[in-house]
């Protein structure tokens, strides 16, 4: 008989159950960056240095294969706390939440002291994982356990290794309000006593550069053309004889053993200037057709080191004289692997974009260089999407506008809700079970709900976004209010997702009325979620036995959908003419809650509570999105906006006034004390 720990099964809910992760980066080959990985082993065993080092370079040098060969041998010594290798694809997951709540479930696991105070956390405020507040998780679940627990430690205390960092928030990069918090929480870290170690890589930004300008770390740069380092050339040059040796093999009745030979090993060690994805890039495109004639023309038009010369001469070598159908292939495919929230397998995509096969493959079959397309589509470095959507660099035939691709996947996913929603889409026999009662359900989502059409009623709304108004969008839209939207619900439904729809709908009324166009129905479906989200979450059938039915007579939806469900159930008397005038209820204070102000926009709502804080909230889905805001030390008795949004005042009967960022919730001025 096996016994479980209460405990664990705590600590399992901790991990993010829709982050599907692991590295994927190869560690360095055998023998180099010897330098660099001895300098970071001296950091970790001086338990007087700076707890955080960062290792910083240009795009393409190394950065993560060598966070990758940190890894392991971290692991070796029985040190590695926690990994987290941020991805740019996958930013709508691998957020700082996701980041944290990671590193304490894997420092719980190994080390029981730390695993004592992160149950007793999670025991004392069991939101504390979903917050939205990264400063009270951190503080929580990361900065107060490490702080507690240094003194009854066993063994060497434990390094987080952190990759990629300037990839977090994806394509918004400095302008993410994830990549800010995320800074945040770090310069919090440098706080910690200094046997706690944490090892960062990134690329050089101005926001990253100046965190660590303000505090404490030690840096190891990897140079890159007239500065790089011998042994940095050293180390090109034998990943080179290595790749080279193995792409000869595969041709060992043609190409002798040492082809190419070392005066051109040596010739493209010179191009790379420090840049290993250089040489990778240039490796695997010898290795994607005749390797001679590849590496000729290399030699001949490759550039040296420069990425977007290299990256235009492979697509002019594998699309020369491109028609205009393929350029649009070109572009929502590649629009799609960069802009798309999730990663996308190869059929996934083909029946979300409507693709022939054919032209699936030879598009993928021209980027083996740069794109992997064996499990799912992955860019195999960012360096390449950077090129892609930067029109200074890109030729204009294959550059990706982010802009125009977002309306290309708004459109597919309307199209592709258009024609796979249907009525009761998994064959559910009775309306007596709840959707997690009911047999086999998972099996039953996966064959009746494929990807792309999972993909589609996530994600339509956040393309949407992106997108200016357009009348053949709205056609869509007005479609799938009228005929699509309940079947919709039961999809999100299914995959646990009705949590989502408030928002997305909200991000449609905003895209309608920026256009100009009348959003009652939006409205209408709109309130119909958020009055009976809690009924649509646990029970498909009851969409149109419970919720449907009760829905006010005068509503669109009713005057749309009823009609269509006759056999449901009728109200004589007594349903409602209108929708109900309480339209949120906000719960998150421990305390009654004595202000409340909106800002002068509408969109934000600020509470101050006898609990001591103050929460910003989003007035339209009630998701708080700054907060507790923390510092009174007593009840907070008033609040109020400036007139731009951007800071809150707050009054307490601790008699201090303190001002605060709304954005971020940090203080900017105050206490301000003087009133007795």
């Known amino acids: 008989m096996s016994v479980t720990d209460p405990d664990d099964a705590i600590l399992k809910n901790l991990k993010p159950a829709s982050l599907e992760y692991s590295p994927h980066v190869a560690r360095c080959m055998e023998g180099t960056r010897q330098n660099i990985l001895a300098e970071i082993r ?4 001086d338990i007087d240095a700076p707890n955080i080092l960062w290792l910083k370079g ?10 990758s060969s940190v890894m392991e041998q971290v692991r070796s010594l029985k040190r590695l706390g926690s990994s987290f290798f941020f991805q740019r694809e996958k930013a709508n997951s691998m957020t700082p939440n996701a980041l944290w709540r990671v590193v304490a479930y894997d420092l719980a696991r190994q080390y029981p002291a730390i695993k004592e105070k992160i149950i007793a956390a999670l025991k004392n405020d069991e939101t504390i994982s979903v917050t939205l507040d990264i400063d009270r998780l951190f503080h929580q679940l990361i900065h107060d356990p490490l702080v507690g627990s240094q003194g009854i430690l066993k063994g060497p205390p434990p390094v987080v290794i952190l990759d990629a960092l300037d990839e977090c928030g994806g394509l918004d990069g400095q302008r993410s309000e994830h990549r800010r918090s995320l800074l945040r929480t770090l310069k919090d870290w440098s706080r910690l006593p200094r046997k706690f170690k944490l090892f960062v890589t990134s690329r050089d930004e101005s926001d990253i550069g100046r965190l660590f300008s303000t505090i404490s770390h030690h840096v190891v740069e990897v140079f890159t053309g007239q500065l790089v380092e011998a042994q940095s050339s050293g180390d090109i040059e034998k990943f080179l004889r290595s790749r080279f040796q193995e792409i000869s093999a595969a041709y060992s009745r043609s190409l002798r053993p040492d082809w190419p030979g070392s005066p051109i090993i040596q010739e493209l060690t010179a191009k790379s200037q420090g840049l290993f994805i250089w040489v990778k890039v240039i490796t695997n495109f010898a290795d994607s057709g005749d390797p001679e004639e590849q590496l000729s023309q290399i030699l001949r038009g490759g550039g040296a080191g420069d990425m977007s010369t290299l990256y235009s001469f492979i697509l002019n070598s594998f699309f020369p004289n491109p028609s205009t159908a393929l350029i649009g292939s070109f572009r929502s495919i590649l629009g799609a692997v960069i802009l798309a929230k999730i990663p996308f397998s190869v059929p996934s995509l083909i029946r979300l974009l409507s693709l022939k096969p054919t032209t699936m493959e030879r598009i993928c079959n021209g980027l083996q260089a740069v794109m992997d397309s064996r499990a799912t589509l992955r860019i195999q470095h960012q360096s390449f999407v950077d090129f892609l959507i930067d029109p200074s660099k890109c030729p204009s035939a294959f550059l990706i506008d982010r802009k125009r691709e977002n309306q290309s996947l708004t459109i597919a996913c309307l199209r592709t809700m258009r024609d796979g929603l249907q009525f009761n889409i998994c064959d ?4 007596y079970l709840r959707n997690s009662d009911v047999p086999n359900i998972a099996a039953r989502v996966e064959k009746c709900i494929p990807p792309e059409l999972s993909y589609s009623c996530l994600f339509w709304a956040s393309h949407l976004k992106e997108t200016p108004f357009r009348l053949e969008e709205l056609s869509y839209l007005e479609d799938f209010m009228d005929k699509q939207f309940l079947y919709w619900l039961e999809v999100l439904s299914l995959i646990k997702r009705v949590n989502v729809a408030s928002s997305m709908l909200w991000t449609l009324i905003d895209w309608i009325q920026a256009g100009g166009s009348n959003d009652t129905v939006a409205r209408d479906i709109q309130k119909f979620v958020a009055t009976f989200g809690s009924i649509i979450s646990r029970s498909v059938p ?3 036995l ?3 039915p009760f829905a006010p007579l005068k509503s669109a939806i009713s005057c749309q959908y009823k009609p269509g469900f006759p056999q449901t159930l009728k109200i004589e008397m007594g349903g409602q003419s ?15 809650v004595h202000s409340v102000c909106f800002s002068l926009d509408g969109k934000r709502i600020a509470s101050g509570s006898e609990d001591e804080t103050i929460r910003v909230w989003d007035a339209e889905t009630g998701e708080v999105v700054a907060g507790p805001l923390q510092g009174h030390t007593g009840w907070v008795l008033s609040v109020a906006f ?3 949004g951007r800071r809150i005042v707050s009054g307490s009967l601790d008699r201090t006034i303190r001002v605060w960022d709304a954005e971020t919730g940090e203080v900017v001025a105050g206490p301000l004390q003087g009133h007795t």
């Open 546 to 548: 419970s919720a449907l």
């Open 42 to 45: 001296r950091w970790m065993e």
């Open 542 to 544: 009851h969409i149109y």
């Open 58 to 67: 240009y795009p393409g040098v190394g950065k993560s294969a060598i966070a």
């Open 642 to 644: 400036s007139p731009d």
């Open 428 to 431: 559910l026999e009775t309306s």
């Open 578 to 592: 209108e929708w109900p005038t309480t339209q949120n209820v906000f719960v998150g204070h421990k305390g009654a």
